[in-house]
């Protein structure tokens, strides 16, 4: 290491100058103008300081002090290094006489001699030993590995000589050995032999044994994809024979009920007589000649049938005219004259006793749209209904009908305290046809406030019909 023109080097503790403390060189650089320092010894960082000089500073051996000049040395123990400045004259240090004789790359030894050594520059401990290993750097055991170097341990080199020893890529001789029905023996020429077993069906690979060889040769044996002619043996009504030109014939039965099989002869007449039929034709029915107890029907493509008349506790039949007549007239009286007065009904003046409303009296929420289909609640039993609504000419197209054979009467009364009329609509498609009303002159009435309305129900013409002056 070269600081302030002086080169310093570290020599063995065991020089004569100072056998117990490391020794370093010093030597001017180049050409020497002046007795420059040539020679010292400093103290090592690992031991106390020799006479009276303290830790990492210069210590001389001769007391005396053959330097003179204004110099001052520190040393760095961790970078290992000196710095030296100022001036520094001497001729002599510890007895010898120093020269400027030595070149730039010699270095002064212990006896005074300038000494050349080999190669150049210096070793920094922070360059070649940036871990502060501070041991042999020859030792492989104060190594250390990196990513890309390795340190080969013992076990290593040990493994790698064992698998160096050994034999590889050596021939193997595969031979015949024992064979059986079912096996056969595969023998190594430097291993354990093997006994390859036979195949298992649905199973494992293996030899083909002894008799499953023999079954491959008989199957080999047959002839297959031979042409098999087929033509029509003897027949019968219901049975027909299909024979085999290598084979077996059959007998192909007649079909049953449950089982598919031949068209029988008979079978096959049935079908052929039904296809002659015409089915789905159209049979015209029409009335014919009629008389006081008889009706004929007349079929176009048929025979024609006569309906007899009715017979009382019998058989059902035609009703005759006078029969006719008889229930007509029983109806009426039923019905408007259960008393037998034998009367006009609808003249007042025949009208006898206190007329009164005899059924239930209904009041259904106020109406507030066109009503079809009217049937409020309550309004199968009742037989007057008080009605309300919210705007002139609330309209209904119609009731509905009593069942078959129930001769009903409504009425229905205006209730608003406004003067909103309330209509009825004349045979009004907004009602089925058998609840619809048929009104006076064949055109809509309505009756006003506090006005009743009164409709029967004719199951003649399956309408209602006004029994008073509505409109």
């Given at each position: 290491?070269?600081?302030?023109?002086?080169?310093?080097?570290r020599?063995?503790?065991?020089?004569?100058?100072n056998?117990?403390?490391?020794?370093?060189?010093?030597?001017?650089?180049g050409?020497?103008?002046?007795?420059g320092?040539?020679?010292?010894?400093?103290?090592?960082n690992?031991?106390?300081?020799?006479?009276a000089?303290?830790?990492?500073?210069?210590?001389?051996n001769?007391?005396?002090?053959?330097?003179?000049?204004?110099?001052d040395?520190?040393?760095?123990?961790?970078?290992?290094?000196l710095?030296?400045?100022?001036?520094?004259?001497?001729?002599?240090?510890?007895?010898?006489?120093?020269?400027?004789?030595?070149?730039?790359?010699?270095?002064?030894?212990?006896?005074?001699?300038?000494v050349?050594?080999?190669?150049?520059?210096?070793?920094?401990?922070?360059?070649?030993?940036?871990?502060?290993?501070?041991a042999?750097?020859?030792?492989?055991?104060n190594?250390y590995?990196?990513?890309?170097?390795?340190?080969?341990?013992?076990?290593?080199?040990?493994?790698?000589a064992?698998?160096?020893?050994?034999?590889?890529?050596?021939?193997?001789?595969?031979?015949?050995?024992?064979?059986?029905?079912?096996?056969?023996d595969?023998?190594?020429?430097?291993?354990?032999n093997?006994t390859?077993?036979?195949?298992?069906?649905?199973?494992?690979a293996?030899?083909?044994?002894g008799?499953?060889k023999?079954?491959?040769?008989?199957?080999n044996?047959?002839?297959?994809?031979?042409?098999t002619?087929?033509?029509?043996?003897a027949?019968?009504?219901t049975?027909?024979?299909?024979e085999?030109?290598?084979?077996?014939?059959?007998?192909?039965?007649?079909?049953?009920?449950?089982?598919?099989?031949?068209?029988?002869?008979?079978?096959?007449?049935e079908?052929?007589?039904?296809?002659?039929?015409v089915?789905?034709?159209?049979?015209?029915?029409?009335?014919g000649?009629?008389t006081?107890?008889?009706l004929?029907?007349?079929?176009s493509?048929?025979?024609?049938?006569?309906?007899?008349?009715?017979?009382?506790?019998?058989?059902?039949?035609?009703?005759?005219?006078?029969?006719?007549a008889?229930?007509?007239?029983a109806?009426?009286k039923?019905?408007?004259?259960?008393?037998?007065?034998?009367?006009?009904?609808y003249?007042?003046?025949?009208?006898?006793?206190?007329?009164?409303?005899?059924?239930?009296?209904?009041?259904?929420?106020?109406?507030?749209a066109?009503?079809?289909?009217?049937?409020?609640?309550?309004?199968?039993?009742?037989?007057?209904?008080?009605?309300?609504?919210?705007?002139?000419n609330?309209e209904i197209t119609?009731?509905?009908?009593?069942?078959?054979?129930?001769n009903?009467?409504?009425?229905?009364?205006?209730i608003?305290?406004?003067?909103f009329?309330?209509?009825?609509?004349?045979?009004?498609?907004g009602?089925?046809?058998?609840?619809?009303?048929?009104?006076?002159?064949?055109?809509?009435k309505?009756?006003?406030?506090?006005?009743?309305?009164?409709?029967?129900?004719?199951?003649l013409?399956?309408?209602?019909?006004p029994?008073?002056?509505v409109?």
């Open positions: 290491m070269s600081v302030g023109g002086i080169r310093i080097s020599l063995n503790r065991k020089t004569v100058l056998p117990t403390n490391d020794i370093f060189v010093m030597s001017i650089q050409s020497a103008t002046t007795n320092l040539t020679f010292k010894t400093l103290i090592n690992l031991q106390a300081a020799i006479a000089g303290p830790l990492n500073a210069i210590q001389f001769n007391p005396l002090g053959e330097l003179d000049g204004s110099t040395f520190l040393w760095d123990d961790n970078a290992k290094t710095t030296i400045t100022g001036a520094a004259n001497a001729s002599v240090f510890n007895g010898v006489a120093l020269t400027a004789s030595g070149s730039s790359l010699d270095f002064l030894n212990a006896e005074g001699d300038y050349p050594v080999l190669g150049s520059g210096d070793m920094l401990a922070s360059v070649y030993d940036p871990t502060t290993v501070s042999d750097a020859f030792s492989m055991g190594m590995e990196t990513a890309t170097a390795k340190v080969l341990t013992n076990l290593e080199r040990l493994e790698i064992a698998n160096t020893s050994k034999v590889s890529n050596v021939t193997t001789n595969l031979s015949i050995g024992t064979a059986t029905a079912t096996t056969l595969i023998n190594s020429s430097d291993g354990t093997a390859i077993p036979e195949a298992i069906a649905s199973g494992n293996g030899l083909l044994s008799s499953n023999a079954d491959i040769a008989t199957n044996g047959k002839v297959s994809n031979v042409t002619n087929l033509s029509i043996g027949a019968t009504g049975t027909l024979d299909v085999s030109s290598d084979g077996t014939n059959a007998t192909l039965p007649e079909t049953t009920a449950l089982d598919a099989g031949l068209l029988s002869v008979a079978k096959r007449g079908i052929i007589a039904n296809t002659a039929k089915s789905n034709v159209s049979t015209n029915l029409s009335i000649t009629a006081a107890t008889t004929d029907v007349n079929s493509d048929g025979t024609n049938a006569t309906l007899p008349q009715a017979i009382t506790s019998g058989n059902a039949g035609l009703m005759s005219g006078a029969d006719k008889t229930v007509d007239d109806m009426i039923a019905t408007y004259d259960s008393a037998g007065v034998g009367v006009d009904v003249n007042k003046a025949n009208e006898t006793g206190i007329e009164q409303i005899t059924g239930p009296i209904i009041t259904p929420s106020t109406l507030t066109t009503a079809d289909n009217y049937a409020p609640s309550g309004f199968s039993t009742c037989n007057m209904i008080r009605q309300d609504i919210n705007a002139n609330r119609g009731f509905v009908a009593p069942p078959a054979g129930v009903r009467i409504i009425k229905i009364c205006n608003d305290s406004s003067s009329d309330l209509r009825f609509a004349h045979n009004d498609s009602s089925l046809a058998a609840n619809r009303i048929l009104c006076r002159d064949n055109n809509q309505s009756i006003k406030p506090n006005e009743t309305a009164e409709y029967w129900y004719d199951h013409s399956l309408r209602w019909r029994l008073n002056r409109g």
